[in-house]
């Protein structure tokens, strides 16, 4: 079915954009409703713990980071607080116990903060509508503590000031650039996805990667992405250079007949930093609501053995659980590896096996 026009954006058809909706320029749809409902129904999903601890203790930020410096936590599943030239920025923030809020998935551990122990939000960027990156309770929560400025791409303005009509909204096409302060800007960046709230609007607000220029240097953050052969990570290299730290999603890609498209595994993951050159990288999307089959270790273990695949050190890829600091800048003792160029072997879709024991 389709609506009679797209409630959230209108604007002239472009290499993304049909007038209609939004889509992935020489890329792969989503999965059909009906492929969707046979995966559900299969009974394929692996059982998680109604809690999963990855011994990390929640974090308590400080009030502001300044200097040449930045400090990330991750919050979990895709939700993370950058604070750097005085700025506290908050990316697909998601604080409920599920998602949708009463519906969906449970949360299985704790944020990596508590919500009262966040420092003053200025910024909150959302990567795409889809409810566990846009989580109306926690983006309502957060509008009537801090008012922040929030950052979205075409369309999501629209779902937001539904919400709460004085949020301070901008939105955004790729490659739109945004200043945020004199010491940090953020660019939005193609990738491989889609957007829905429902069984009828889909793909009609966008999807974007955030790239953030900071004092400590270049952040490449992917809230969710298919691999889509490398093609989005080795252009983002050729159009910003490498970057000092990559966030990137390595959960939620069981069954791969269905999440192909929209969500990579750890090895294409790895694939995708080695192909942007980036210096540390975070593993996000993972440990927090299940959404697919995988059992909750499973991406770590592909991690790691994706990374032994790719000759990349643990110590520039860790899967990053709740609570998790990384500070830049940072000292890694492991050599950089060689750049990763574009062969059959490395644009391939990952064939999976067993999880690695």
């Known amino acids: 079915m389709k609506p009679f026009r797209n409630p959230y954006f209108s604007g002239p058809p472009s290499d993304h954009f049909d007038g209609h909706r939004f889509f992935n320029p020489g890329g792969e749809m989503p999965a059909n409703l009906g492929s969707i409902l046979r995966w559900q129904f299969s009974g394929g999903r692996e059982k998680w713990a109604p809690r999963v601890d990855h011994s990390v203790p929640r974090d308590k930020p400080p009030a502001a980071v300044s200097g040449d410096a930045l400090r990330v936590l991750a919050i979990g599943h895709a939700s993370f607080l950058y604070q750097t030239g005085g700025l506290n920025i908050l990316v697909d923030?998601?604080?409920s116990e599920r998602c949708p809020s009463r519906l969906g998935p449970q949360r299985h551990n704790e944020p990596g903060v508590a919500f009262d122990d966040l420092p003053d939000i200025h910024v909150v960027c959302v990567t795409h509508s889809h409810y566990d990156h846009m989580d109306r309770e926690t983006l309502e929560r957060l509008q009537d503590r801090f008012a922040p400025r929030f950052v979205v791409p075409l369309g999501c303005d629209v779902l937001l000031q539904s919400w709460r009509k004085d949020a301070s909204v901008s939105a955004?096409?790729?490659f739109d650039r945004v200043s945020l302060n004199d010491h940090v800007a953020v660019t939005l960046d193609p990738t491989h996805h889609w957007s829905a709230r429902g069984v009828l609007d889909r793909r009609m607000t966008l999807w974007a990667s955030f790239v953030f220029e900071t004092p400590a240097g270049l952040v490449y953050h992917i809230g969710d992405t298919g691999f889509f052969g490398g093609r989005n990570y080795r252009a983002a290299r050729e159009r910003y250079g490498p970057p000092k730290l990559a966030v990137i999603p390595i959960g939620a890609y069981a069954p791969r007949s269905v999440m192909r498209p929209q969500h990579q595994?750890?090895?294409?993951?790895?694939?995708?930093a080695l192909f942007l050159g980036a210096?540390?990288?975070?593993?996000?999307?993972?440990?927090?609501?299940?959404l697919t089959d995988e059992e909750v270790g499973d991406p770590p273990k592909r991690l790691q053995a994706a990374l032994g695949r790719w000759n990349l050190s643990f110590e520039r890829f860790r899967a990053a659980p709740p609570g998790f600091v990384t500070e830049l800048p940072?000292?890694?003792?492991?050599?950089?590896?060689?750049e990763l160029h574009e062969t059959p072997e490395t644009v391939a879709p990952t064939v999976h096996e067993p999880a690695p024991s």
């Open 93 to 95: 923030p998601i604080f």
């Open 265 to 272: 595994d750890p090895d294409e993951a790895v694939r995708g």
């Open 172 to 174: 955004h096409d790729w």
């Open 330 to 338: 940072m000292r890694i003792d492991a050599p950089m590896p060689p």
């Open 279 to 290: 210096e540390f990288s975070l593993g996000s999307h993972w440990g927090t609501f299940q």
